[in-house]
């Protein structure tokens, strides 16, 4: 779980499915029970935090006023982050906005705007899979005590 936690904030290390994984660990024990549905719901939340993860720069990008040039920046650039470590997975969606909305036409500052959003949205991807594996160990400590 704690795995988990830190995988949260480290790009690249899939913090909300390690943790998932560390509720299956904790039920293939004797001392723990998790219920089925428990452990359903869970993934079904895992699977749409995942997912989420790859979604929430490119939505940043278009409430900051980003066109689809800085949406497809974006997600390109969530893409294309992976390949180059923990820093890609931040620079690459902010770098994927701003070039995205250059290459539409856009000026350098509302193109700025559309990055800083995408870097928002990945903040705060960052801040929802915090959440969910926090509530994932607090149910673990829980079904111990």
């Known amino acids: 779980m704690l795995i988990g936690i830190i995988g949260c904030i480290i790009p690249g290390l899939p913090g909300t499915p390690i943790a998932y994984a560390g509720l299956w660990i904790a039920q293939a024990t004797d001392r723990i029970d998790f219920s089925w549905q428990f452990l359903l719901i869970w993934g079904i939340v895992t699977i749409v935090v995942s997912v989420l993860d790859y979604v929430v720069p490119a939505w940043g990008t278009k409430q900051f006023g980003g066109t689809k040039w800085g949406v497809w920046g974006s997600t390109l650039g969530v893409f294309v982050g992976l390949f180059f470590g923990a820093l890609g997975v931040i620079v690459g969606p902010l770098a994927g906005a701003i070039l995205g ?45």
């Open 101 to 145: 909305e250059l290459l539409g036409g856009k000026e350098i500052k509302e193109a700025l705007k559309a990055g800083w959003g995408s870097f928002i949205g990945l903040l705060f991807g960052t801040v929802i899979k915090l959440i969910c594996c926090g509530l994932m160990t607090v149910a673990l400590i829980q079904a111990i005590w």
